[in-house]
């Protein structure tokens, strides 16, 4: 994963989970030193969160991966 997945899964979850979007917006800002948008943040998301559920799939018995 990149470093922007591994901080949106950070932000996204755990206690920043109940936050709204612009304080995790605001910390993933000064986490990354970036600016963030909504639109970027949902994306990012989404694609960290697609490669958590393969991650997971192939280490599942029966997967790919013994």
């Given at each position: 994963m990149s470093a922007?997945?591994?901080a949106v899964?950070?932000?996204a979850t755990g206690?920043?989970?109940n936050k709204p979007?612009?304080?995790k917006l605001g910390w993933l800002k000064m986490r990354t030193k970036e600016s963030w948008t909504k639109q970027r943040y949902t994306s990012t998301v989404g694609r960290a969160l697609e490669k958590l559920r393969k991650?997971?799939?192939e280490r599942e018995p029966?997967?790919?991966v013994s």
């Open positions: 922007d997945e591994r899964i950070e932000a206690e920043m989970g979007d612009a304080v991650m997971v799939e029966g997967g790919s």
